[in-house]
């Protein structure tokens, strides 16, 4: 069981209740918002807020408590939690509000580097973060059958769009990538848009044109940037994290603590 705060009251809910995309998920389709906490301090929980109403005016749902309230209900959260560095996750369905976190568990050698591969497969709607995850959880299961930290879904064509759980930026000639629409409109991935001091300009990246990029990396609000250092089996560039994606970890992990401390 798991305890969660719903419309402000805990409660304690089955864990397998709140698996996104699976059949066991007992609720009515909403939206979500997943980011961590730092110290004891929420992570850009600001562009989450604003990217859940966004959402919810786009698929007509009703969101019964404003942002003012639900940044109070997740201090309460995240205060009741012993670990500083928590993964919190805002469910939004018909008539409910329900916030919960667990310890972030971070794996650090991800950092190191990780291992992807593409799979054909889209989101059905890219432009919004809703609890309909079946595909995004089902190519991560491939994924992780397969040894490998992510799959990134492409379509018949070879196009590459998005990460199940993530998104992708990759790197050619000392200039950063990445897709500029059809894909979720990722915190971190907007995060590293606005502040990059490298200029990220919008590509496409086909399936067949992979030994061509030098870096590549993923985002998400999780774990931030994660450098991609195979992909289907393949070195990306010399098999190494580059220099450009092991600077903006650097940057990324600056502008976190920047985020928390105002």
Known sequence: MIKVLINNQWESVPKENLQLGAETFAFD?????????LKHRHVFLEPHLNRLFKSAEITGLNIRYTQSEIRKMVDFVITDFSDQNQRVRILAVPEKLIIYTSSL???????????????EGIRESPDVKTTNYKVCLDAWHQAEKRGCFEAILMDSNGILFEGSRSN??????????T???????????????????FPVEFGILQNNAISKIDECFLTNSGSGIIPVTHLNGKNIGNGFVGEITSQLLSHYNEWMLQDITG
């Open 168 to 177: 992708i930026f990759w790197i050619i000639n000392e200039k950063v990538f």
């Open 179 to 197: 897709r500029k629409g059809n894909v979720l409109p990722g915190i971190t991935r907007q995060t590293i848009i606005n502040r990059s001091p």
């Open 29 to 37: 389709t909403g939206l979500y918002e997943t980011f961590r906490t």
């Open 105 to 119: 568990d971070l794996d650090h050698s991800i950092y190191e580097g990780v291992s992807a591969i593409t799979l």
